[in-house]
Nanobody, 124 residues
Framework: VQLQASGGGLVQAGASLRLSCGPNGRLSNRYMMAWFRQAPGNEREFVAAFSWSSGNTYYADSVRGRFTISGDSAKKTVDLQMNSLKPDDTATYYC??????????????????WGQGTLVTVSS
């Protein structure tokens, strides 16, 4: 099973974008999906996560209040609504499925199925 992400693009600061991610097949025994991002020269960093089982959401401090993650438990998809975008949000965004029983939510090591990435560019 692979994850397919879409929705990136080039926008001006203050604009909004919506990213979507879903599997191309059956995603069994999976309860959480997250978005990470990686800017050139930087490490991959956690953005937000959504639990299909509880509906709980988790955010990095840098995006809390501007980004909203949501999901469809039946389809095992997640969306990331990004508002008030800043040039610092420029990065390639990756969706990822968390390995069951992993202890960490915001560590990339807890995720073992990744999408191909979608580029978000925010101009000033």
């Amino acid at each position: 099973v692979q994850l397919q992400a879409s929705g990136g693009g080039l926008v001006q600061a203050g604009a909004s974008l919506r990213l979507s991610c879903g599997p191309n097949g059956r995603l069994s025994n999976r309860y959480m999906m997250a978005w990470f991002r990686q800017a050139p020269g930087n490490e991959r960093e956690f953005v937000a996560a959504f639990s299909w089982s509880s509906g709980n959401t988790y955010y990095a401090d840098s995006v809390r209040g501007r980004f909203t993650i949501s999901g469809d438990s039946a389809k095992k998809t997640v969306d990331l609504q990004m508002n008030s975008l800043k040039p610092d949000d420029t990065a390639t965004y990756y969706c990822a499925s968390r390995r069951p029983y992993s202890s960490s939510i915001n560590s990339a090591d807890s995720y073992d199925i990744w999408g191909q990435g979608t580029l978000v560019t925010v101009s000033s």
